[in-house]
Structure formats: structure tokens, C-alpha cells
């Protein structure tokens, strides 16, 4: 076992099942946002969390611009993590940009991999016409990359230092900055750049591992047109359009979000069953 | 609302969780140029660009 993957990438492991499921996190936080859905699998399964380099409680020393520069270098992250606990047929679940970060990684290394399942996913946001709809016009992924650049999550930390204002009752605090997720805002920038202006349309043909993809309604993230496309694309898939708005059903439909992934999971293992 | 809060110098604007604006204050709406009845009861993203509602949608959605 590779200690250093595992402290580098602050890996948890919990579950009383054998077989691996892997939680990612997206762009902008950390393992915690998995809080309300991965325990629901900890009787099943062999839960894996963990924090991107350069994110949550990371290793940030062992980031590299030139490595983190795109999501490749992030995949190798997750085969990393797969390499130092020996894991093989993996559940992975992946939310945004991490979905997409595991199945390049599942490109790389098919045998991790038994089942992706991706949360709002969007193999390139940019808007390319006539054919495909990303959702968005180069100017608004610049814009976001401008409003990151002023480090609003920076001075809303300092400010809740300021305000919070309760030394004696240091959770307070830790707590509130947790819910920022904040994080190196140099980082944030380029895995921002790394997200935002990535395409792996070209890649989904490559892909060989089953995924379910969950889309979100009225997600302005990933917006419909391209959980569809990605269904259309990708051989195997499974698509959901699930109840919850916005882009993190994760946290704002925990229930939603454990009952479409274990129907996935066992309607899989049923057919696998009578397939003998 | 709290006339203080209404005309306060800077703005002021509260949602509830499926992020439909709920109060906005004056000097926002001046800022806005919107009047109180055309975003009252509406989804905050009737008042960003899209980029601030994505920036919305991963830091303050959750």
C-alpha cells in the first residue's frame, strides 16, 4: 500500500462491504460534500473517499501546474488511489468535472472500473454549433474565471473571522470555513480553466466501463441537451433526469440522489445474475 | 422592511432555499432598475449573468 497516495489525496476509507465504491468530488470543494449520500453505502460496500490534489485537506505540495494543468493529470490521481489500495471492478461515482476525471481514468485503466456513475456531467461546456449545446458562450466561462480571480470565498473567510468573533468555540469557525470549501485560490483558478474550457467529447467513444448518468433538472451547470448527449454517446449507459435542480443533488437531494444509484446498482446486479 | 435596511448603502437582498428572492431593498433595486413586483417571488437568477449564476450555482446552491 502507497502511503503517500493516500495521505497526498487525504484518503478515507469506511464501509463494511469488499467491493469498492468510489466517491469524487467536483470542481470547487471536497470530499465533504459527500457527506449526506456516501454512508448510505457503508453497509454494502467498501467506501473510498478522497480530495483532488489542490483541494480539501490535499496535499497541496504535491501540486503541479504543469501535472494538474488539465483533468489528465487529475485521473491519474484516481489510478493512483485505485494503485495504493488495490482496488479493481469499482463502483465510481463522480460528481461534475469528477465524473468526467474518472472516466478518462477508466479509459486509461478499464479493469479499476465495474460501473460509473456520473452526476451532471458535461464533457465540454462550450457551446459548439451548430451540433452541440454546452450552455455556455466563451465570454461567460471568462467571466466566471474573472469573478474566481477576485477571491470572493477568500474574503468571505476572512470576514467570517471577523465577525464570528468566538475564540473560545473554535468549531464555529472551522465550520463555516468548511462550508466555503475554500481552497488555494492560484489553484482554484487553474483547476477552473482546467474544468470549464476542457473537451472530452472525443473521448466518450473510448469509453468502455457502464455508467449511469444522473442528470439535474434546470441545472445551468450542465443543463439537459448534454446529459442527453452523453447518453447518446456512451455505450452502456444508463440516464436519469432526476427531480432535483440545480448542480448538487448530492447535498440538496441526498434521498433522490442513494435511491437512483442503489435502483442502478441492483437492477444492474439483478441482470448480471440472470445472465448467469 | 426596515427603512434603514431599505435605503442602507449597500444592497440587501434574502432567498429562500429554492433561491426565489424573497425581500430586496431599495437601493439594490435602484441599482437593478427593477421595481419590487418584478422580482419579488422570483428566481434569483432573473438578476445575474450567467456566469455569476454559475458562480452561484457552486459556492452558495448547495
Avoid at chain 1, 6 to 25: D, P
Avoid at chain 1, 190 to 200: G, K, L, R, V
Wanted: net charge negative; aromatic share 10%; with cysteine.
Amino acid at each position: 500500500m502507497n502511503q503517500n497516495t493516500l495521505i497526498r489525496n487525504n484518503v478515507n476509507v469506511t464501509g463494511k462491504g469488499t467491493k469498492a465504491m468510489i466517491f469524487a468530488h467536483g470542481f470547487g470543494c471536497d470530499q465533504n460534500m459527500w457527506r449526506l449520500v456516501a454512508p448510505a453505502f457503508e453497509e454494502n460496500f467498501r467506501v473510498i473517499l478522497f480530495d483532488y490534489v489542490g483541494s480539501g485537506k490535499s496535499d497541496y505540495s504535491a501540486y503541479s501546474s504543469t501535472k494538474y494543468q488539465d483533468l489528465h493529470g487529475y485521473a491519474q490521481d484516481v489510478l493512483d488511489i485505485c494503485d495504493a489500495l488495490d482496488i479493481n471492478d469499482a463502483i465510481f461515482v463522480g460528481h461534475s468535472v469528477g465524473s468526467i476525471i474518472g472516466m478518462l481514468a477508466s479509459i486509461q485503466e478499464p479493469t479499476r472500473f465495474e460501473r460509473l456513475v456520473m452526476l451532471g456531467p458535461s464533457p465540454c461546456f462550450l457551446n459548439d454549433p451548430p451540433l452541440y449545446k454546452g450552455g455556455f458562450e466563451k465570454e461567460d466561462l471568462e467571466g466566471l474565471i474573472g469573478m474566481m480571480e477576485m477571491n470572493y470565498i477568500g474574503w468571505a473567510n476572512y470576514l467570517s473571522q471577523v465577525i464570528m468573533k468566538n475564540p473560545e468555540r473554535p468549531e464555529l469557525f472551522q465550520e463555516l470555513e468548511e462550508s466555503f470549501c475554500s481552497t488555494d485560490p492560484t489553484v482554484a483558478r487553474q483547476f477552473a480553466t482546467a474544468t470549464f474550457f476542457s473537451d472530452h467529447r472525443n473521448d466518450l467513444q473510448n469509453v468502455t466501463v457502464p455508467s449511469l448518468i444522473l442528470q439535474c433538472s434546470d441545472d445551468a451547470i450542465a443543463p439537459i441537451e448534454v446529459g442527453k448527449y452523453m447518453h447518446s454517446v456512451l455505450t452502456d449507459s444508463a440516464y436519469a433526469l432526476m427531480e432535483a435542480t440545480g448542480h448538487c443533488p448530492h447535498l440538496s437531494h441526498p434521498e433522490e440522489t442513494i435511491r437512483l444509484i442503489s435502483d442502478y446498482l441492483k437492477s444492474v446486479a439483478d441482470q448480471d445474475s440472470s445472465n448467469g | 422592511m426596515d427603512e434603514q435596511l431599505d435605503f442602507a448603502p449597500c444592497g440587501y437582498v434574502s432567498l429562500n432555499d429554492d433561491s426565489t428572492i424573497l425581500d430586496i431593498n431599495q437601493t439594490l433595486l435602484g441599482l437593478l432598475d427593477y421595481n419590487l413586483q418584478e422580482l419579488q417571488g422570483q428566481h434569483i437568477n432573473l438578476i445575474l449573468t450567467h456566469a455569476s449564476q454559475t458562480f452561484y450555482q457552486l459556492y452558495f446552491f448547495r
